[in-house]
């Protein structure tokens, strides 16, 4: 931020991004020089949305954006799990039915 003189967006996602208005507008405060505005208000509205809590008049949007960290956690385990039974395998006919029992496809 120093180097670029501004800021385009910040983006809070995640646990304490997504449920800590607290934080938020204690991260937020230390960027004013900025221009960066926190909306109160919107700061402390609860929401599984994605949702902006910049001011009107700040030059710098805010955005909250909820993640799915578990699903994502799940999705990247399942792709290393193919992999693994696809080089263990050799590509015998278990790969599919063994894949299955685990919720893949």
Known sequence: MAILD???AIIFTAGVGENSSFIREKALNEMSHLGVQVDLEKNEEKS???R???SPDS???ILVIPTNEELLIARETKKQFKKVIKEKSNG???QKSYLCRFGGK
Do not use: G
């Open 6 to 8: 501004r800021v385009d």
């Open 48 to 50: 599984r949305e994605e």
């Open 52 to 54: 902006s809590i910049h």
């Open 59 to 61: 030059q710098t949007d």
């Open 92 to 94: 015998r006919f278990f």
